[in-house]
């Protein structure tokens, strides 16, 4: 791995789950990290009581808007973590992920 890790976090409506994982990185990582998130059917706006829950944290996440998630952004991801969605969330075969797969 060369340069910064990534991560990306999915879950399918990226109003929830995901986004929180990804703030919670974003906030303990800062820079070392790039840190993204993603859904397979993304809502039109975070959860606002993920929004509070965070402020709450001190951390601000009412910027933030669901985003659809690629197979490009899972292939440019070195870490893709699943937020236990059970069978809602996608499910990549190793096809798309060749160089996780070796890791």
Known sequence: MTGKPSVLFVCVHNAGRSQMAAAYLTHLAGDAVEVRSAGSAPAGQVNPAVVQAMAEEGIDISAEIPKVLTTDAV?????????????????????VLPGLAAR
Do not use: F
């Open 75 to 95: 292939r440019s991801s070195d870490v893709v973590i699943t937020m236990g969605c059970g069978d809602a969330c996608p499910r990549l075969p190793r096809e």
